[in-house]
């Protein structure tokens, strides 16, 4: 593992963790954390190095997410978006379009996120019911996205919709700004991941411009296939691992630092430490698994696709059963939420039904083991 993750830990601990507790108790996004990201140029981590950024991959990608997650799910969760629709953008864009706003995400001026999601297509986001069509000179974009990370907050969004000039879908980069978008802020009381801001997007007549069209008309899906679904699903279980390996380093500590009367300690009680070996196993494992399939993209194995899925599967199972665990070792004070082993419990649950849930990804992956289309 190169140096990466470790700074990315240490600027995580002095520029993330001090707002995590408010993002989750206020329901708040995390704007600090990102003025952070920006200042140091992290939005600019996929951005081309011809457009001024770093021209990392999917490997330091998960990395960077993962360092992010061992303090904060939320903020790992929309960092992790605003990267998939950078690359989509830089693997797809038009030389125009790439050299109008590839530029501003790498000097840390613009931030991006993914309004995918559809209340009548579910966990199915590659399939939506908002629609694109002329109207005389003009495209109008027309729909109501239901889930939104970074809603507001972001200053483009990366939108499926059908394509109005060949079969399929188009993909669009569409400014917050523009005449007929509004957000339904009160709309989103997560159980987790409380300050992901992740609520409806209406556009309503929106005017949009074919410059602003990522790709060829009709390839959206492709670009879905081959830019956004591997970088989302190894990002999410970067997201987890994280929550995972956080909630090991938490209950832990917690459990050196509870002494008894005996001045004898939590940890050395024989169960105690059995269970401990097991969080330690199971968070540690999903980190590395995680990496491992990161890097098998790279290297085009074959079973990369396969890889990909079952790491964000593994992590999503695994950071349940940490936490789980971990709540049962800290006792009446993790119930008493006087850990923060409650919120990364509630954190690790949004794994299970973020598109695509874990249920759709473990048909995926029966279908990819196999060498059949998973779409």
């Given amino acids: 593992m190169s140096n990466l993750y470790n ?59 993962l360092a992010f997650a061992n303090y904060c799910a939320t903020t790992a969760l929309c960092y992790m978006m605003h990267n998939v629709a950078t690359n ?5 864009g038009s030389d125009e379009l790439k050299k109008e706003i590839l530029p501003k995400i790498a000097n840390g001026e613009v931030m991006l996120a993914l309004a995918y999601s559809e209340s009548g ?45 060949a079969d399929g879908l188009d993909n669009w980069i569409v400014s ?59 990002g999410l279980a970067a997201v987890y691992s994280g929550v995972a390996l956080n909630a090991c ?16 300690s939590l940890c050395n009680i024989p169960t105690v430490q059995n269970h401990l070996a097991d969080i330690y196993t199971k968070a540690t494992s999903a980190k590395f698994f995680t990496l491992s399939a990161a890097k098998s993209v790279i290297e085009a194995d074959p079973a990369a696709l396969a890889n990909v899925i079952a790491a ?35 954190d690790s649950l949004a794994a299970q039904v973020m598109a695509p849930s874990t249920d759709v990804l473990t048909t995926w992956l029966g279908k990819a083991i196999t060498n059949q289309d998973i779409i």
């Fill in 121 to 165: 297509t579910g966990t199915h986001f590659y399939i939506p019911e908002i629609k694109v069509e002329k109207d005389e000179d003009s495209l109008k974009m027309n729909g109501r996205k239901s889930f939104v990370t970074s809603a507001q907050y972001a200053d483009y969004y990366l939108i499926d919709a059908n394509s109005v000039e």
């Fill in 7 to 65: 700074e990315m830990l240490e600027f995580a601990k002095e520029n993330i963790a001090p707002y995590t507790n408010a993002v989750d108790s206020e329901a708040k996004f995390p704007k600090e954390s990102f003025e952070a990201i920006k200042n140091k140029k992290l939005t600019a981590l996929l951005v081309p190095k011809e457009y001024g950024g770093m021209g990392l991959g999917i490997y330091e990608h998960t990395q960077t997410i």
């Fill in 176 to 234: 917050k700004d523009l005449a007929g978008i509004t957000f339904e802020h009160s709309a989103w009381n997560g159980l987790g991941m409380r300050g992901n801001a992740s609520c409806p997007m209406h556009l309503k007549d929106v005017k949009i411009d074919s410059f602003y069209r990522i790709g060829d008309a009709g390839t959206g899906l492709e670009q879905i296939m081959n830019s956004v679904g591997p970088f989302f699903i190894i």
């Fill in 249 to 264: 380093n938490t209950i832990t500590e917690y459990s050196m630092s509870r002494k008894y009367s005996d001045d004898s």
């Fill in 88 to 92: 989509t953008l830089a693997t797809y």
């Fill in 312 to 346: 964000r599967l593994n992590a999503s199972e695994l950071a349940v059963d940490v936490c789980t665990k971990a709540m049962k070792i800290g006792g009446g004070t993790a119930y008493a939420k006087r850990l923060t082993i409650e919120r990364l419990l509630r």
